[in-house]
């Protein structure tokens, strides 16, 4: 579904509508800086814009959805 005017009360009104409340919201794209407080403001919990680390990006993630998604650190060194 694409829509760049949600509110962040229809973005939670559809996710208690399918029983979804866990789900986190993220945004990616060519997005200007001076939009990010408004993402923020409507629930977006992270913002990728153009040249995002990636590998940043991807630890951010993984600390978005929880410990339990992290390698573990004997893993992560190799």
């Given amino acids: 579904m694409t829509r ?5 009360e229809e ?7 399918a029983g979804r409340r866990d789900i986190k919201v993220i945004a990616g ?3 200007p800086p001076k939009d990010y407080r408004y993402l923020r403001d409507a629930g977006v919990q992270a913002i ?3 040249g995002t680390n ?6 951010q993630l ?15 060194a190799e």
């Fill in 4 to 8: 760049t005017d949600w509110t962040r």
């Fill in 11 to 17: 973005i939670a009104d559809l996710f208690d509508e």
């Fill in 29 to 31: 794209s060519v997005i």
């Fill in 48 to 50: 990728f814009g153009l």
């Fill in 54 to 59: 990636l590998v940043a990006a991807a630890e």
């Fill in 62 to 76: 993984l600390r978005l959805l929880g410990r339990h998604n992290m390698p573990p650190m004997d893993e992560a």
